[in-house]
């Protein structure tokens, strides 16, 4: 599966892509403008990370691509893939419920934690793309 070479790109649908988890060496894009928003992104192997303002949007453990991310409303979508099992912290608000879709199959829901912390662990390989769409109730 193709990584984010350039580590963070607008999408034609006015979504993000970023991420590139084959890297040895950490890796960072600061004050990338999109939407009127300042995004940062660090990503290697180990952690792929993305913050909006400042604020924590996603992060996972190892390194990931995600494609298509998409936060508009109280829902946040995207696809990712990488090369082995991967936890991702999504910050979205606090002590919240949340129904978890993946590949459209409901997962079922979730509660934010007091930091509004959701935390997700997804079986990835290089061969294998999961969309996942976060659902506020």
């Known amino acids: 599966m193709a990584v984010v070479e350039e580590l963070i790109r607008k999408e034609d649908d006015g979504t993000l892509s970023f991420g590139n988890y084959t890297l040895n060496v950490k890796s960072k894009i600061s004050d990338f403008e999109h939407q009127g928003d300042l995004y940062k ?8 990370k993305l913050e909006k303002n400042g604020m924590l949007v996603y992060e996972s453990v190892p390194g990931t691509a995600v494609y298509h991310l998409d936060t508009i409303g109280n829902n946040i979508s995207f696809e990712v893939t990488g090369d082995d ?46 969309f996942i769409k976060v659902v506020k109730l």
């Open 85 to 130: 099992s991967a936890q991702i912290t999504l910050e979205l608000e606090a002590e919240k419920d949340y129904e978890i879709f993946k590949n459209d199959v409901n997962l079922g829901k979730m509660k934010t934690n007091l930091g509004g912390k959701l935390v997700l662990s997804l079986d990835l390989g290089e061969d294998k793309k999961d």
């Open 41 to 48: 992104v660090k990503t290697y192997n180990e952690l792929t």
